[in-house]
């Protein structure tokens, strides 16, 4: 085993003794795994620290913002860069292996530092009381069908820099990887929600996978931080059609959960909400080719801005569903929204659809949910803009100002048509129109070849004209339309990436 600084990568700290136990042993080709022992759990296995957050061993610098857990090698604000010396260059760091002989569960706190990149075997649980930091740039490779899940009472504490994002991809070799390669993301909450007792959809079985805390759940609690971290070829199945299976799946979490510059790139779902009250800025779901971007269930009633779903082929950008066993149930999904980018692949002048058949739509609502969505931009989709399944009668009862779906100051264009048949009423509504943004290579990658990058700043001021006011609680300074500003300043820039496979 080490015995240098590094020790506190694979060894467990034991509370009630002194000595340090390791659990990870070196593989043939210098690589260390850990988390052995026939699918049990392992504490605090891969830089844990004794229950209290106390410092890991061999770590400098002083104690950052994640509870008394000491930063690696100085650490790093945020949007900075990381500085630690003991951050060996990507693509010198050891591997190391976790779950090599089955299931881990973490318990204490954790940390997974840039001395290393991590790959998961099995799925790894939080258990609840436990957290997992993670450095910046640490890249976690995932196995087929993995996953990493935090569960209710848990905390995972993913805080990258925009120089040193972290990276959770797919174990497979670059040109062999696909979209639902692992299972992704899985962060669960006691918040608001239908249900206490209904596991994630298509994660685990048992307990530990119930989400939510019913109608009187916590609004407020978190399940962690996700700050500049990049999700890449996961997802789950998508044969329910209301149920998100996503890449990164928030379940139950509350308002304190802090999700800002996450991008999901090449997913089956992308980001998916079950219940819960969280908020979520500066998302990017870009290359989806089968599920939807963004997907919400199960009363979520959370907000968004700064959102961009980029769909390759999916049946839509966003679609939100409340219950399919009964539409009224509590509470009602109701997202608000300001500040989204939808854009699909339909292109009338080249004649270039989606390459899969079903309906495209940018925004969908079903099975009883609502939604808020002001100051957006929806392109590009081979079916409409914007589609509901509500009844006539119901529709004019329900949509407008103030109402329960209040969707209004959006521009539309490129779609095949605007509003569906059931979603004309839509085009009634404030300042809804149809002109041009220049948006000009917002549906890269997709025949441009491997190097294609997507540029969603609009090259239009019309995005600037006729802008609903911004709550409070929202960036008020935003005043356009669509997640990225006019004037050159993308915040998609520089952290985020764009493998095809």
């Not at 199945?237 to 996503?246: E, T």
């Not at 390759?312 to 608000?336: F, H, K, W, Y």
Request: glycine content about 16%; aromatic content about 6%; overall charge negative.
């Amino acid at each position: 085993m080490r015995t240098s600084g590094a020790v506190a990568l694979c060894c467990v700290a034991c509370v009630a003794c002194v000595a340090w136990v390791c659990a990870c042993t070196r593989l043939e080709n210098g690589d260390e795994r850990f988390g052995a022992g026939g699918g049990g759990s392992s504490s605090n296995a891969a830089g844990s620290a004794a229950t209290g957050g106390e410092p890991l061993e061999g770590r400098g610098g002083g104690a950052d913002a994640i509870g008394g857990l000491a930063s690696s090698g100085g650490g790093a604000g945020e949007g900075g860069e990381q500085s630690g010396t003991l951050c060996a260059p990507e693509g010198t760091r050891e591997r190391l292996v976790v779950g090599a002989s089955g299931e881990v569960t973490l318990t204490g706190v954790t940390r997974w530092t840039c001395e290393a990149d991590y790959q998961l075997e099995s799925n790894v649980f939080i258990a609840s009381g436990a957290t997992l930091a993670i450095d910046p740039g640490v890249t976690i490779k995932l196995a087929t069908n993995t996953m990493l899940l935090v569960e209710r009472g848990g905390r995972l504490e993913a805080v990258g820099t925009a120089k040193a994002p972290i990276t959770f991809t797919s174990a497979k070799e670059p040109g062999k990887r696909d979209a639902g390669d692992h299972r992704g993301l899985i962060l669960i909450g006691d918040g608001p929600s239908q249900s206490t007792t209904q596991p994630v959809y298509d994660s685990v079985n048992g307990a530990r996978a119930n989400y939510g805390g019913g109608q009187a759940g916590d609004p407020n609690g978190s399940c962690g931080r996700l700050e500049f971290v990049r999700i890449q070829f996961g997802g789950g199945s998508i044969d329910d059609a209301s149920l998100p299976a996503g890449a990164l799946t928030l379940a139950g979490c509350g308002a304190g959960t802090v999700v800002d510059h996450v991008q999901i790139h090449r997913a089956t779902d992308g980001l998916g909400f079950l219940g819960g009250t969280v908020g979520v800025r500066h998302v990017l779901v870009s290359g989806t080719t089968l599920g939807e971007a963004v997907e919400w269930s199960a009363g979520y009633t959370g907000t968004m801005q700064f959102i961009v779903a980029q769909t390759l082929g999916a049946s839509a950008a966003m679609q939100g569903s409340n219950s399919v066993e009964d539409p009224e149930a509590s509470p009602i999904s109701r997202p608000t929204i300001y500040n989204a980018t939808l854009v699909g692949i339909y292109d009338e002048a080249t004649g270039r659809t989606p390459p899969i058949t079903g309906q495209h739509f940018g925004f969908n609502l079903q099975f009883g949910s609502r939604a808020v969505v002001k100051n957006s931009l929806v392109m590009g989709f081979a079916d409409a803009g914007f589609d509901w399944d509500l009844e006539p009668a119901a529709a004019s009862s329900q949509v407008g100002p103030g109402k329960a779906i209040d969707i209004s100051h959006v521009l539309l264009f490129g779609n095949k048509t605007a509003y569906s048949s059931e979603a004309q009423l839509l085009s009634m509504m404030q300042s809804m129109r149809t002109q041009n943004p220049g948006l000009l290579d917002a549906a890269n990658p997709t025949d441009d070849g491997p190097d294609a990058v997507p540029v969603f700043s609009p090259t239009d001021p019309t995005v600037n004209i006729d802008v609903a006011a911004v709550p409070a609680s929202f960036d008020p300074t935003a005043g356009f339309r669509g997640a990225v500003a006019q004037d050159g300043s993308d915040w998609t820039d520089g952290w985020t990436s764009y493998p095809n496979e």
